[in-house]
């Protein structure tokens, strides 16, 4: 009974290889992410924007307004091409923050600390705080820069990582 269920199982796992692929391939994509939903790409002789990511396929639109699915997996396997414009100098810090927070105060605060850094920022494109997701408790925000030069991109998101938190309190406690 045991060697059957053994068997089973086996045979259910190679039945579903692709689909546990693409599944374990989304993780690690998610893990180092070359590219976003919006970003154009090509993947072998596949090209157009993504405009979906999900667990089995990334979903591109070409051109000509055609839907591509390109499986997960092969993202592991092949050169992905990010061809969009400018992407190399993007970068993306999300932050949480309470709902007890003033927003406004708040995205005028890391203004200010991005303006303290506009040294390392590209002065044509303008630091962007967006709202990407408010909950009951949270509001997840993404704070989009772009610098001038890619080799300081880790400096730039350790220094904007070390004062979210100082902005935070800032805030909390001027509301008091």
């Known amino acids: 009974m045991l060697v ?43 090209t157009g924007r993504v405009i979906e990511i999900n667990p089995i396929t990334t979903v591109l639109i070409s051109e000509t307004e055609e839907l591509i699915s390109v499986p997960n997996a092969l993202f592991l396997r092949e050169v992905v091409e990010n061809i969009t ?5 993007e970068v993306l810090v999300p932050i949480v923050v309470g709902n007890d927070i003033d927003l406004a105060e708040f995205e005028s605060d890391v203004m200010k600390a991005c303006n303290r850094m506009k040294l390392h920022l590209d002065s044509r494109f303008p630091p962007v705080l967006l709202i990407k997701n408010r909950g009951d408790k949270t509001t997840e925000l993404l704070l989009t820069l ?9 400096n730039i998101v350790s220094e904007i990582n070390t004062k979210i938190p100082e902005i935070i309190s800032h805030v909390k406690h001027k509301k008091k």
């Open 146 to 154: 772009m610098v001038r030069r890619p080799e300081n991109k880790e």
């Open 85 to 89: 414009p400018k992407a190399w100098k």
């Open 4 to 46: 059957l269920v053994g068997l089973f199982g086996a045979a259910i796992i190679l039945a579903n290889t692709y689909t546990l692929q693409n599944l374990g391939s989304k993780f690690f994509h998610e893990v180092y992410v070359p590219f976003k939903v919006g970003d154009s790409i090509k993947i072998r002789e596949y």
